[in-house]
């Protein structure tokens, strides 16, 4: 009987969640950024090998909200903990003392599956520790540079989900359509060119997607918060976004396997997130007790 199941890759800000969903994938599906809280919403790969598939769902991470989007992005977060057979609570190596199952290192976890273990990421860092990771019944060390401990890590989240058919082709990579992907890749590009602080006021809309012309034309709508806003994104002469859009259509098209065109638009959507209605525009689940 094949298995399949639901694997969480949880953890703080910045904990390496992204990077090993897509080593695990084996391309790059979550957006990466040395700057934290760059996943808003949940990323979904698929891992499938011989007669297991493993569903890995890359949620925003774990933080203590300071505003709504925040909110919303916890809640996203505790939603997918919710629906998961297995959870791995990723956090850094070199970043001591390392956490514990008991107690859980974020109360958000108590809503999440009872099968649990401490991923500890960037192992490759640890260079005055043996090279064998330190595996233990609830902990495992791991490196989405040089493969340690991928392997044992893939062979706990197999005897950790459940029997049953496959619930995706076997070659699928992701649940969630290439739209989903282009925004992502235009806000990661955001996070690459912009300041400290800019591109947390970044959201994106794809407004038009023919995935059936040559190239492939995808037209997306870049929003932000204030006008001083809008111009710093679009820059003198339109040079930075032009080249976001030059970054970001290089990875939609790695995805893709085809020519993009992309056609970016700079608007203002003022304190969108601060509004409950904006934010649910841009698919992000909003907390009970703020809904409109």
């Known amino acids: 009987m094949?298995?399949?199941?639901?694997?969480?890759?949880?953890?703080?800000?910045?904990a390496g969640k992204s990077t090993l969903l897509n080593a695990l994938v084996g391309q790059q599906l979550g957006i990466t950024s040395p700057k934290p809280q760059s996943t808003r919403l949940p990323v979904v790969g698929l891992h499938t090998e011989g007669d297991c598939q493993l569903i890995l769902v890359d949620p925003p991470g774990l933080l203590d909200p300071a505003y709504l989007l925040q909110e919303a992005m916890l809640q996203?977060?505790?939603?997918?903990?919710?629906?998961?057979?297995?959870?791995?609570?990723?956090h850094p190596i070199t970043e001591e003392p390392w956490p514990t199952l008991d107690p859980l290192p974020h109360a958000a976890l108590s809503e999440g599956p009872v099968a649990r273990l401490i991923v500890l990421?960037?192992?490759?860092?640890?260079?005055?520790?043996?090279?064998?990771p330190p595996i233990t019944p609830d902990r495992i060390a791991v490196s989405a540079v040089t493969g340690e401990g991928i392997p044992e890590l893939i062979a706990w989240c197999r005897r950790h989900v459940p029997?049953?058919?496959f619930r995706y082709a076997t070659d699928d990579v992701s649940t969630q359509p290439v739209r989903f992907f282009a925004a992502e890749f235009v806000r990661e590009a955001a996070f690459a060119l912009l300041g400290d602080e800019l591109p947390y006021a970044v959201a994106v809309e794809i407004?038009?997607?023919?995935?059936?012309?040559?190239?492939?034309?995808?037209?997306?709508?870049?929003?932000?918060?204030?006008d001083s806003q809008k111009a710093m994104v679009i820059g003198r002469g339109g040079r930075t976004v032009k080249g976001i859009g030059m970054r970001a259509r290089q990875a939609i098209e790695h995805l893709v396997g085809a020519a993009v065109f992309l056609d970016l638009h700079v608007k203002t959507l003022k304190r969108w997130r601060?509004?409950?209605s904006a934010l649910q525009r841009f698919g992000f689940p909003i907390p009970a007790t703020r809904r409109p």
């Open 76 to 90: 996203a977060a505790i939603d997918v903990l919710r629906e998961a057979d297995a959870m791995l609570y990723l």
């Open 121 to 132: 990421m960037k192992a490759d860092l640890a260079l005055d520790r043996p090279r064998s």
């Open 274 to 276: 601060s509004s409950a």
């Open 163 to 165: 029997e049953r058919p």
């Open 2 to 14: 094949p298995r399949c199941g639901t694997i969480v890759l949880s953890g703080r800000p910045n």
């Open 207 to 226: 407004d038009e997607f023919r995935e059936h012309s040559d190239p492939q034309y995808i037209r997306a709508t870049i929003y932000v918060e204030r």
